[in-house]
């Protein structure tokens, strides 16, 4: 059974930093992709950033370049998200999800097999 668990959520004042985890079990995710992605009270889910497992490399949602950073941990199996310089704007449940990789990776949440179960992260100004 494939399990993705968020952790590192909480209250931060802007300016200030976060990492996020996503501890993966179930299955091995060697050929998938890793996203993080959030959504606001009353909007879509958008898509943060991601990562491919099998080479590490990186795309991210042009709102948070430069500020945010995503990375993996073979040994552990956990994605990470380090965000920093945070902004109200940031505040949002954050979801980490996988994706069968294919081709290049993809920002559309549909696309996501499978879901964790989100945390929050509140940022005040």
């Known amino acids: 059974q494939v399990q993705l668990v968020e952790s590192g959520g909480g209250l931060v004042q802007a300016g200030g930093s976060l990492r996020l985890s996503c501890a993966a079990s179930g299955r091995t995710f060697s050929s998938y992709d890793m996203g993080w992605f959030r959504q606001a009270p009353g909007k879509e889910r958008d898509f943060v950033a991601a990562?491919?497992?099998?080479?590490?490399?990186?795309y991210y949602a042009n709102s948070v370049k430069g500020r945010f950073t995503i990375s993996r941990d073979a040994a552990k199996n956990t994605v990470y998200l380090q965000m920093n310089s945070l902004k109200p704007e940031d505040t949002a449940v954050y979801y980490c999800?996988?994706?069968?990789?294919?081709?290049?990776?993809?920002?559309?949440?549909?696309?996501?097999?499978?879901w964790g179960q989100g945390t929050q992260v509140t940022v005040s100004s």
């Open positions: 990562t491919r497992w099998s080479s590490g490399i990186t």
């Open positions: 999800a996988a994706h069968l990789s294919g081709g290049l990776i993809t920002t559309n949440d549909r696309e996501y097999e499978y």
